[in-house]
């Protein structure tokens, strides 16, 4: 994505708009959990299924590029950095301080300022993100999986599988 096309500047409105309703959203009494509702209704452009608990405080650029299964939990001060696209299953708990991270830059400096690099995170059903994970751009972890705490994933994660560490990495198999 170019920064300095037409469609950035949209983006950007967007951002404008998502920071204003998080910001909002993160000030609320927990327990005004129809604002809370509310709010998040404008963050991710429409109604979240029941089953789904974002606690706040939460924060993303976009919103409208995630997607949330049934019986999601989402605890307090995550990131969702969605204008790649996030996708999450089923079953998925995901514990604080976590970040999804979708865009990048370019490596070449003459582009870094000039593009975004923008991939999508798939999160499977039933997988176990520990507190302050990072999930980078383009990245699917299987099924079943847990990602311990403080990794940061580069790389699918297959399913069924433990990953930890900078960079993480497959620790053991999970039934």
Not at 45 to 51: A, I, K, R
Not at 133 to 146: E, F, L
Not at 154 to 163: E, K, Q
Request: glycine share 10%; aromatic share 6%; proline share 7%.
């Amino acid at each position: 994505m170019h920064v300095r096309k037409p469609g950035f500047a949209r983006h950007i409105e967007r951002v404008m708009e998502v920071t204003d309703a998080t910001s909002r959203l993160n000030v609320l009494p927990f327990s005004d959990t129809e604002g809370r509702a509310e709010l998040l209704s404008v963050v991710f452009g429409g109604p979240l299924p029941e089953s789904v608990t974002i606690y706040p405080p939460f924060f993303t650029e976009c919103g409208l590029n995630t997607t949330f299964g049934e019986n999601v939990f989402v605890n307090q001060g995550c990131t969702f950095m969605d204008k790649g696209g996030i996708r999450i299953g089923n079953g998925v708990m995901i514990a604080p301080k976590v970040n999804l991270i979708t865009g990048g830059h370019p490596l070449p400096l003459a582009e870094r300022r000039e593009y975004l690099s923008l991939a999508p995170i798939v999160i499977e059903n039933d997988v176990w993100i520990g507190a302050a994970a990072t999930i980078t751009q383009g990245v699917t972890i299987g099924a079943g999986s847990v990602v311990a705490a403080g990794a940061v994933v580069t790389r699918d994660v297959p399913a069924h599988t433990l990953v930890a560490g900078v960079p993480a990495r497959v620790v053991k198999p999970i039934d």
